[in-house]
């Protein structure tokens, strides 16, 4: 693919750098805020109604750990193409979850940074919880495409 | 931290180190987080808690309506809760009139355990309605520092629960691995969110008003056959 002249490859890995840094550094924050109250996130998890009980539990405890974890290996620079995979699933995972609470009228918080569960009908904010992942889907896509970044521990990442 | 050379490569010792430092605080943090959070068969009880009942602190065992309160003594709505119709409670769980089960949850925090744990103790001294009358009546800020144990016990003095054997069982944290079990039992039976109350196994609809309105919940008990 022809790129237009201003993107020269140290400007590409520039943004690279704060794409990474931004997706990284959201879904690291998303998951610390998590890890220390598990109880809450696995009653965020349930308050979804798309998974058994049980199931949403252990998924509950699991899933921040996770999201700590590929937010590191984004913030270092570390396997960026496979982290960038990784998170992008879980953002369109997201997206699906909150659309479908959403179009089954339930009111929760999608308790995405802690919190979460239910909310008063007049206080859910689906739409503004879908364009963030959806934002944060297309980060993601742009580190899949070109995965060098300025900084990045690992400069050929994979 | 800046790597510039070896631009075609990299460096797979780096790579695999972090990627296994990382892969280790995944596994690892996932696995305290679920052993925290299952339910702990060698747990000791407190005299009135019963495992058939979610590990609650139950009164009058044998009698009908069966009343479940899923709270968190930290948890502000619980404190309004408790001041519209815990009296009523009360009344129903000395005179013999229902069962009650109190279920203390402690997703709020540590403290939210420290208070949990206390009101155990409470319990086995034969002072658990007083005790949680008192520690929602001086509820402080979420996990401000008031409920260390020393101010658990200082909270409890208040309400004539006091003594050597009471004051031991919270500095030792005797019923902390309960507080576990009763938290664990909440995510099974799909507590979101506290106050969470059950007559009979309904739970009490949160749009009803029933929670903060003493007049709502006693038509309530009385449907439930409270005379």
Request: hydrophobic share 50%; glycine share 10%.
């Amino acid at each position: 693919m022809k790129l237009p002249a201003f993107l020269t490859e140290t400007r590409l890995n520039w943004l690279g750098l704060f794409v990474r840094l931004i997706l990284g550094g959201v879904i690291f924050v998303a998951g610390a805020l998590k890890v220390t109250a598990p109880y809450k996130a696995a009653a965020a998890m349930r308050a979804y109604e798309l998974l058994p009980i049980s199931v949403a539990n252990i998924l509950g405890y699991t899933l921040p750990w996770f999201e700590v974890g590929v937010g590191i290996l984004l913030i270092l620079g570390i396997a960026t193409r496979l982290s960038a995979i990784f998170a992008g699933s879980l953002m369109v995972i997201f997206i699906l979850a909150i659309a479908s609470a959403w179009a089954r009228g339930l009111s929760i918080d999608c308790g995405c940074f802690g919190g979460g569960g239910q909310v008063a009908p007049g206080e859910t904010k689906y739409l503004q919880e879908i364009l963030r992942d959806f934002g944060l889907t297309l980060l993601a896509v742009y580190l899949y495409l070109r995965p060098h970044t300025k900084w990045a521990l690992e400069p050929a990442s994979r | 931290m800046v790597n510039n050379k070896g631009k075609s490569s990299g460096d797979p010792i780096t790579r695999w180190l972090v990627i296994g430092m990382v892969a280790l605080v995944v596994v690892v943090g996932t696995g305290i987080s679920i052993f925290n959070n299952t339910s702990k068969k060698t747990a000791v009880l407190p005299s009135a808690a019963s495992v058939k009942d979610g590990y609650g602190i139950v009164f009058n065992g044998d009698l009908k309506p069966v009343i479940d309160v899923w709270e968190d003594f930290q948890c502000p709505s619980c404190k309004a809760f408790e001041a519209t119709n815990g009296d009523a409670l009360r009344a129903l769980a000395v005179e013999k009139k229902a069962k009650i089960v109190f279920h203390p949850l402690s997703f709020l925090g540590p403290e939210s355990v420290y208070a949990a744990n206390g009101a155990a103790c409470a319990a086995d001294q034969g002072k658990f309605l007083e005790y949680h009358a008192m520690m929602y009546k001086n509820q402080p800020a979420e996990n401000s520092g008031a409920w260390s144990n020393e101010g658990v016990i200082a909270t409890a003095a208040a309400a004539g629960v006091t003594g050597a054997e009471f004051e031991a069982c919270v500095n030792k944290g005797k019923y902390a691995d309960w507080v576990g079990n009763v938290g664990s039992e909440g995510s099974k039976q799909n507590i979101n969110s506290t106050p969470t109350v059950f007559i009979n196994g309904k739970e009490v609809d949160r749009a009803s008003g029933a929670y903060y309105s003493a007049a709502d919940f006693m038509k309530l008990l009385v449907a439930a056959g409270i005379k």
